[in-house]
Each structure stands twice: as C-alpha cells, then as structure tokens.
C-alpha cells in the first residue's frame, strides 16, 4: 500500500534515520539535486515549446544566453551542488576533467564527504521529438581527507556508492532513488513544486518477455549475441516467447520502463566499439545499484558491472541490465 502525500524530503529524512550515525548531509545533498532538477524539468518543458513555435529562445527571465539543453541542465546541477558544500569533487557528463570544489564552497566544514557523478540530460537528442530524456547520479564518499576532491575519490567501484537515482523528464517529471535501503519512485507536482512519493520498495520482475536493444547493429555484434536474440524471437510457448521488442533510445525511459514491468536492456560492445556507447561512471553504475536494490542484476556480459574497475571518468562499458533470469540467461549465451 503506498502512502499518501509523503514529499521526497519527508522520504529522505525517513532513510536518514534508519542509519543513526547519519549527520543528514546526505539528504540534504539529495534534496539539492531534487531541487536542480526541478529547475531543470521546467526548462526542458519550456525548450521543448520554444522549438515547436519556433520561437527565438532569446534571453532567459536571468537576461542570460539560453543555452543548449544539456550544458544548462550542467550548470544548474553544478551551481546547486557547489552553494550545497557537501561535495569535495564533481564529475559530470559535460566535462572533461572532474570539478574539484574549493574551500570556498565548503563553509565552515573542514571537508565536504561526498563526490557526485552526473549525467545530466542523458538524451537530450530526443528532445525536439518530446521523447523522456534524464538526469542520472551517482554519490559516493570521498576517500581522499580534506581539501579538494581528487581524481582518487572520482574513480572508485560502483559497488561503493551511497546513493544513485534519476530525474525523468516525460509526460510527468519523476524521481527514482536508492541509498541502499530499496528503490522508492516520486512524481513531481509541479502545482506545489513537490515530488511525492508514488512508488515505495520497487521490485522489478525475476523474468520478463521484453528485450531492448537497438537491432540496427545487429551485423556487428559477436555470434553468440546474435543467437541470443534470435532465441529470444523464437516461437516457443514453454518459454513463454517470442519475447516483445521495446526501445525509445533513451536510456532512462528504457530503464524506468523495465524496472516496473520487467524487461532486459542491453548495449552490447560489437566490433566497432568493444565497449559499447554508454559511460560506467554515470549512466551503468547508479543504474546498477538501482536494479541490484530492487532485484534485478547488472553486467558487462560477464561481469557484475560493480564490480569493474574505472580507469577514467569516461570509461565506456558493455551493458546487460535488468530481469535477473534474463540477465543470467544472456550471460549463459555469451559465455557459449
Ligand atoms: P543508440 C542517448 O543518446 C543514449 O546515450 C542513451 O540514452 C540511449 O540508451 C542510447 O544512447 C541509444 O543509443 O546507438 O541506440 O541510438
């Protein structure tokens, strides 16, 4: 039974507790992302307009430069996570190099905690076509002592974060987030500016009968690959198949779709790319744990994906995630 009119705040304070030694600035630092993104999904909104009436764009209500989607979900998350004095580092889809953040933004705290990857408008190619496009992060503890971040904090397993979630901007705004504690899904209401809880304790399906993955590349993927998606095409009633093919080309909208029906997305490597298109720090992580926490599983095709390594802050990855029984069962087709 879902409860009624519980504000993500209220939810964060709620998992807060569960860790008596929590000091709340990790949910203060979650309820700065909520608040960036917020921000973000009425821009997104209105640019979504602006492209349609074709209207100019011009200056923004701040008299600045409307800028690309993307670099202005960036700014925003980066603006609200300096000011937040939590984050001792931030690394981000639109920036080469991780943003150490100085003292300046620290406050009277000797050293903020946490480091914090973004993606911040994962999709937004997709924006003229009014298709969901995201914000996905992912926190971790600092390692390093004091001072500004480090590339060390930044480059740390998937299995150590804190926190992940995304933001998906659809039809509504949605928030989804685990600290470790389940997955709990939020709808904003833009009329009170509140994401409240819709969703508590998301388990996605052990098994599914819908597969994603974009087919056009089927020609440069390994044999045992192409046999797993003709297995999965197959007439076969035992097994419940064929199965159905679902696939926006949005990450995020894919992902949340599975997570509540139950589903197996994959971007494989092929002979082009070995390691596929999407980013382990900030897309394959946070996701990762999400699905982990509620039930599903994450892997290159071989590996728990938190369990790879990260060598640099772009790093790509093969991604199979989802239904834990389809996962397993593509593993068993790639190991052939
Ligand atoms: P393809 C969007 O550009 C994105 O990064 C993800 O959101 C999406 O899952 C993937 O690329 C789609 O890639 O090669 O199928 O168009």
Redesign the pocket.
């Known amino acids: 039974m879902n409860r009624k009119f519980v504000t993500l705040y209220r939810h964060i304070i709620e998992q807060e507790r569960i860790h008596p030694d929590a000091t709340g600035e990790l949910s203060d630092l979650l309820a700065d992302i909520a608040l960036a993104c917020k921000l973000i999904s009425l821009e997104v909104n209105r640019a979504g307009l602006i492209d349609i009436l074709g209207f100019t764009g011009g200056e923004n209500v701040h008299g600045e430069q409307v800028k690309k989607l993307d670099e202005f979900a960036h700014d925003t998350l980066v603006k609200a996570m300096e000011v937040s004095g939590h984050l001792c580092a931030i690394a981000s889809e639109e920036s080469e190099n991780f943003i150490p953040v100085s003292e300046k933004f620290m406050g009277e705290r000797p050293m903020s905690k946490y480091i914090c990857h973004f993606d911040p408008l ?5 924006i003229e076509a009014n298709i969901s ?2 914000t996905i992060f992912s926190i971790y503890k600092r390692i390093s002592k004091s001072g500004p971040g480090t590339l060390e904090d930044c480059l740390q397993l998937g299995n150590q974060q804190v926190a992940a979630g995304y933001i998906m901007y659809g039809s509504s705004t949605i928030m989804v987030y685990t600290t470790g504690e389940g997955v709990h899904g939020f709808t904003l209401d833009p009329t009170v500016g509140e994401f409240l809880l819709y969703y508590e304790n998301i388990q996605t399906p052990k098994k599914s009968r819908t597969y994603s ?2 087919e ?2 089927y020609s440069k993927w390994d044999k045992n690959l192409q046999s797993y998606i003709e297995y999965l095409k197959a007439e076969d009633k035992d097994k419940d198949k064929p199965y159905t093919s679902r ?8 992902f949340h779709r599975n997570l509540l029906y139950g589903g197996l ?1 994959m ?1 494989p490597g092929d002979k082009k790319n070995q390691n596929g ?2 980013r382990l720090l900030y ?1 394959a992580n946070p996701l990762a744990f999400i699905i982990e926490q509620a039930g599903g599983r994450a892997s290159t095709g071989k590996h728990r994906i938190l369990e790879v390594v990260p060598l640099n802050l772009h790093q790509k990855t093969p991604l199979f995630i989802g239904s834990a029984d389809d996962v397993l069962e593509a593993e068993e087709f790639l190991r052939k």
Do not use: H
Request: net charge negative; aromatic share 12%.
């Open positions: 994962d999709g937004s190619s997709n496009i995201g993955i974009n056009g590349n696939y926006v080309g949005s990450l995020v909208a894919d997305f971007y298109k999407l897309e």
